[in-house]
């Protein structure tokens, strides 16, 4: 268990592949994954998706080497019908891509918080899990900013960037 | 297994079986390849036996679909296909493309049901002709489907957005290795009218000329639903007659006599470096070019045979200051149209967008921002 000074308090929560490169893009990759000592969880499909950024490549395959991130992948029949279910289910009103949808049932089945910068990804996890937590990168920094990670001054410019990649 | 399940299951082998099809394996070859018991296999082919996700995309992989394809319960584009596979059985590399085109085509279908714009102009039957003059019916036709498109005499260098807009034609450019002489291929299906593929390992004037081609099956041949255009089947009464269209309808005769009249006048010979102008003009190839004046009787079969086999066409195009542009996009300009539309509904996702337009996903969101303003939400969700 990780002290209460993480960024999820020691929870842990599944995290989409555009957190992942924007976060990357702002050269921020490090202190996001420091914030959060082996809370982040990202599922297989994920690192594929999230290969490069604006800043060139991305090795999460490192961070995964090195305990830093948990890396996780859809299976047993309760993930798979979950996962199945948001790639072909129409419901949502939006077409949502693999890595979406199996952060989803990642998340919904292990009992997971969510992070993901897809509005539609979060609004279901909010309604299917609804105590869980449930943030974008936004609220990510915001919370960074909160909780004393990181000084005003540099969160305001983390924001501002997440306008820019 | 659960109801869900089970319809799943059966779903998925019907399409482990169309894909194996498609490539001419057997179930002994997949299940040896892939390393599993050939009753195992064919039990998932049967739809009796549900399959981890794991092993579905090592299916995807070894048979270069998206896993859209195995779950999908109806496809959009069928029997075109299954023509155009057969035509091509054995050849792996060609039935990769043909594969690669098929998951456009449906691709596309899919945007078209998201974006909510399906446009299908009413298809006339195909055209009456006598397979003993082709010629004729060849030039009649082009001059008939000149003026029904309002194209008058002009070089049609935009023919791919003319028939894209005029004809709803769906028009995709891979490359297709250059030894099996194919040079375009053409599939008609009603749900999804006509799609055409043009060969990218030719050069540009080459794929114009390939692109009129596929358009003449496209109006003389649609219940054949599927054809492959080759050098082996370039004898045929349909390539022929394709042909002929072609020739006709990229390079109209009056318009060949005028440009001729102006530039050679009074001269009697014709050399290399009119005929890359005049190809240049039509935006044909050096070859389409020599072929269409020879058969027009401006060029005399000596002169024909000896331009034919000249090696320094591209050096002297090149000193003209004539260059091939460096590539074109492989989606018709609707996909891209529709790509963003739907984007810019809320109906996809930006992941989703990057997988439509094969970018990465920096890239697509990139283009996101531009599009949308941001892909940020500036929703604070820091209460956690």
């Known amino acids: 268990m990780t002290s209460a000074s993480t960024i999820f308090n020691g929870k842990l929560v599944t995290v ?20 959060a000592k082996r809370e982040i969880v990202v599922e297989k499909r994920i690192k594929s998706e999230a290969k490069y950024s604006k800043a060139g490549q991305i090795d999460l395959a490192s961070y995964i080497e090195n305990n830093l991130i948990i890396e996780e992948e859809i299976e047993g029949k309760e993930q798979e019908n979950l996962f ?82 | 297994m659960s109801e869900e399940m089970n319809s799943r299951s059966i779903v998925i082998g019907e399409r482990l079986k169309k894909a194996r099809e498609a490539l001419g394996y057997t179930q002994e070859k997949v299940a040896e390849k892939l390393n599993i018991g050939r009753p195992r296999y064919s039990d998932i082919e049967n739809g009796k036996r549900d399959i981890p996700l794991k092993e579905l995309y090592s299916f995807c992989e070894f048979f270069g679909r998206p896993l859209e394809y195995f779950l999908k319960e109806k496809l959009a584009v069928d029997s075109g296909f299954k023509v155009l596979f057969r035509k091509t059985e054995g050849d792996q590399e060609v039935a990769k493309v043909i594969t690669e085109f098929e998951t456009l085509c449906e691709k596309m279908y899919t945007l078209e049901e998201i974006a909510d714009i399906k446009i299908r102009p009413s298809i ?20 008939q489907e000149r003026q029904r498109l309002n194209l008058g005499q002009a ?40 799609c055409v593929l043009i060969n990218t390992n030719a050069n540009f004037g080459k794929q114009l000329f390939s692109l009129a081609h596929e358009y003449a099956h496209f109006i003389f041949h649609k219940e054949r639903l599927g054809i492959v255009s080759s050098e082996k089947e370039k004898d045929t009464s349909d390539e022929s007659l394709a042909d002929n269209f072609a020739g006709d309808f990229l390079m109209p005769e009056e318009s060949v006599n005028d440009i001729f009249n102006i530039r050679i006048k009074n001269r009697k010979d014709l050399t ?25 009787k401006l060029l005399s079969n000596d002169m024909k045979e000896k331009l034919i086999s000249e090696t320094w066409v591209n050096t002297v195009r090149r000193s003209m200051g004539i260059s091939e542009p460096e590539s074109r996009p492989k989606f018709p300009s609707l996909y891209f149209h529709l790509c963003l539309k739907a984007y810019q509904q809320n109906k996809i996702t930006t992941s989703k967008l990057a997988e439509f337009l094969e970018l990465p996903l920096y890239q697509a969101m990139e283009l996101g921002r531009k599009i949308k303003r941001s892909v940020q939400d500036d929703e604070c969700l820091d209460n956690f």
């Open chain 2, 124 to 143: 006339s039957k195909d055209y009456a002709y006598e397979k003993d003059r082709l010629l004729f019916w060849g030039k009649f036709y082009a001059k």
């Open chain 2, 272 to 296: 290399a470096e009119d005929t890359i102008y005049f190809a240049e003009y039509f935006g044909v190839s050096f070859q389409a070019m020599v072929y269409r004046l020879n058969n027009l």
């Open chain 1, 84 to 165: 199945y279910h948001y790639l072909t289910n129409k419901s949502l009103g939006v077409i949502i891509y693999e890595g979406e949808a199996a952060c989803l049932a990642l998340a919904i089945s292990k009992g997971y918080g969510l992070a993901c910068d897809e509005k539609v990804v979060r609004d279901e996890f909010k309604r299917k899990c609804p105590g869980q937590i449930c943030t974008n990168s936004w609220g990510i920094v915001s919370k960074a900013r909160k909780i004393g990670l990181i000084g005003t001054k540099a969160a305001e410019g983390l924001l501002e960037g997440l306008h820019q990649v």
């Open chain 1, 16 to 35: 989409d592949a555009m957190i992942i490169i924007k976060f990357h893009a702002l050269l921020a990759l490090d202190k996001f994954i420091d914030w």
């Open chain 2, 155 to 194: 070089s049609i260098r935009n023919l791919d957005q003319i028939l894209e807009e005029k004809c709803a034609l769906k028009i995709f450019y891979l490359p297709i290795p250059a030894e099996r002489g194919i040079f375009g291929m053409f599939t008609y299906d009603e749900e999804m009218g006509g």
